[in-house]
């Protein structure tokens, strides 16, 4: 329980660093912590650390937003429960991002994205 | 550290019986994990013990089913990475689950759903 109770705490304190880093417009912490061999699940998305900088980098530039509602994390796994907001999208989109790290280094990564519906389909907000 | 452990381990357990015992047929199982004052967030579902459970039976007397992929709890969050099929539906859609206990019921509900796509659009898989 101990060990992974450290792995839960020291990996959510790597990608929460790298969120308020990356969303302060520090796009290089990306490369310290992305491994040259990570793996996407995301469709559409490229794997690889140069290809999955490159697009988070032009996405930030396009305008794309997180608001980070809840991190829920628990030994390899850290849980990101986001609005996503982009320039044209008029609720935005409700986010869960899944990261797998390794010895420090985020290996793998898994979304699920879905647009946020009028306000009368979710009386109690989808995040 | 150790309370939030515990809190974990408990309420992953609570999760995983109840997700087995409903994909097993015993819908009644719901109706004791469920508060009374269940809150969702799920777009078009309902809130309150009585209405959701009546959703979710009649979800499985339809067809749809889940196929959990990996499960992420911490504190009194649990989280489930599932395909969902259901009739109709070619290639399923991946779905995060995030539920919320308070002294062991399930007390509020978000997901995120999203169409599985093409597989040339996401090589390594989306889940």
Redesign the interface.
């Known amino acids: ?1 101990t060990t ?2 450290t792995a ?1 705490e020291r990996n959510k304190a790597i990608m929460l660093n790298v969120f308020r880093e990356f969303s302060g417009g520090n796009v290089d912490i990306l490369r310290t912590v992305v491994a040259e061999d990570f ?6 998305n490229p ?1 690889g650390r140069d290809a999955f900088v490159e697009f988070l980098a032009n996405a930030r530039a396009a305008g794309v937003h997180l608001d980070l509602k ?1 991190v ?3 030994g390899e ?1 850290v ?1 990101f ?1 986001s609005l996503m907001t982009r320039p044209g999208v008029e609720r935005g989109e ?3 991002d ?1 990261f797998r790290l390794a010895d420090g280094q985020l290996v793998e990564h ?1 979304d ?3 647009p946020v ?1 009028d306000p009368p ?7």
């Open positions: 329980m992974t109770t839960t793996v996407e699940h995301s469709p559409g794997s809840r829920i994390a628990e796994y849980v429960h409700a986010v869960v899944i898994w699920v994205v879905q519906p389909e979710v009386p109690n907000g989808m995040l």
